[in-house]
């Protein structure tokens, strides 16, 4: 498949996998609550195996296809007004930050649970739980904005 081919569907196949993450997210709390921890364990390992296929993709695209070259909202959507682009820039950095956080939160969350340290799990989980849906959420509403707004 060509560059300009994956530059088209990539992103799609992108918010996707952040959306596919968000569910499971949100599928395995629900089990925790139910509790029906096979099934948490479940869709929590799905979501984490979801969420490195997602960026090791996106490292791909951005690498790979665009060459390290950004994508900047003003070169898509020139049209855009002041207020779309600040709304735009504040997800994308409160995303991109948060990001950074979930990653390694969700390694040693999924680590503590999987080790039977469950007090440490549950107390971290608190945090990572919120963290990492976030992330997966504003991942599809940054394609939204970037690729499918205008």
């Not at 925790?32 to 364990?41: A, C, F, Y």
């Not at 649970?113 to 971290?124: F, M, P, Q, S, T």
């Amino acid at each position: 498949m060509s560059p300009d081919e994956l530059k088209h569907w990539l992103p799609a196949v992108n918010a996707v996998l952040n959306g596919s993450s968000a569910v499971l997210l949100v599928l395995g709390y629900l089990a925790i609550k139910g509790r029906r921890v096979t099934i948490h364990k479940a869709c929590m390992l799905a979501a984490l195996v979801v969420s490195a296929v997602f960026l090791t993709s996106y490292l791909y695209f951005h690498f790979v296809v665009l060459e390290g070259k950004p994508t900047y909202f003003t070169e898509r959507w020139p049209q855009a007004s002041a207020s779309v682009r600040y709304l735009y820039y504040a997800i994308l950095g409160s995303h991109t930050l948060l990001a950074i956080a979930a990653a390694p939160l969700a390694l040693v969350t999924t680590y503590l649970g999987l080790r039977g340290r469950l007090a440490g799990h549950v107390r971290l989980a608190r945090w990572t739980l919120p963290i990492w849906l976030y992330v997966s959420l504003t991942g599809v509403a940054v394609y939204w904005m970037l690729y499918r707004l205008y």
